[in-house]
């Protein structure tokens, strides 16, 4: 399937070390795992299978996010094409929480504590961020490249679970509620097909 020339893609890294783990990873700058690996490889043949071949890619500052799509552009043999590290992008900061797993941070904030940090839209972390403030870190980023992008040809994006929530929130204009029980998964990918004013005429989500 030819989506054509206006095409945003969202892609989730492949699975990282502190995933398989089942750490809040946030800022971690932690390698994917060989299943990871896997995951991006897999990404690259989906896009293939659907003649997506992107113009521009972008990743986060964060290795985990420039090795998924370094792979996928080798499945592509598109080598050449450099991948541009934003900061904007990164994963939200999970404060107190970075680097704990779950039982360890119930243990020390109660389970109630923990899930309302973890998904809620308003409320983050000790000095962490909200999904709010994530989203309005990255609108901008958006706005003022992403969709300038995508408007030009087919851009991909390769970033993290939460930094694509506040994406798809501001996309596809989702509320709190919607978006607190929105789940991306590592490898997972989101297609927007574009008009010429950036509204969307399609989106195909590949889990």
Same mark, same amino acid.
């Given at each position: ?34 299943? $990871? ?14 003649? !997506?071949?992107?113009d ?21 043999? /598109? ?5 541009e &590290?934003?900061? @904007? ?9 970075? $680097? ?23 409320? &983050?972390?000790?000095? $962490?961020e909200? !999904? ?12 003022? /490249? ?7 040809? @087919? ?5 993290? &679970?939460?930094? !694509? ?9 989702? $509320?709190?509620?919607a ?13 927007? @097909? ?14």
């Amino acid at each position: 399937m030819n989506l054509g020339p206006r095409s945003l893609i969202l892609v989730r890294h492949g699975e990282s070390t502190a995933n398989a783990a089942g750490a809040f990873t946030g800022r971690l700058d932690v390698p994917l795992t060989e299943r $990871g690996r896997e995951q991006a490889r897999a990404v690259g043949r989906r896009l293939s299978e659907r003649e !997506l071949a992107p113009d521009r890619v972008f990743c986060s500052s964060l290795s985990r996010t420039r090795a998924t799509a370094e792979l996928i552009l080798e499945v592509l043999e /598109q080598r050449s094409l450099e991948p541009e &590290g934003l900061d @904007t992008l990164d994963e939200r900061d999970y404060g107190v929480l970075t $680097g704990l797993d779950m039982p360890a941070a119930v243990a020390r904030w109660g389970a109630d504590r923990v899930e309302t940090w973890r998904r809620s839209y308003a409320d &983050g972390p000790p000095q $962490g961020e909200s !999904l709010r403030d994530t989203l309005a870190r990255i609108t901008p980023c958006l706005l003022r /490249q992403l969709l300038p992008a995508a408007l030009r040809g @087919t851009a991909l994006v390769v970033a993290h &679970g939460n930094a !694509l929530r506040a994406v798809v929130m501001a996309m596809e204009g989702l $509320g709190p509620d919607a978006v607190e029980r929105l789940e991306i998964p590592t490898g997972s990918i989101r297609i927007y @097909t574009l008009a010429a004013d950036a509204t969307i005429e399609a989106v195909e989500f590949l889990p």
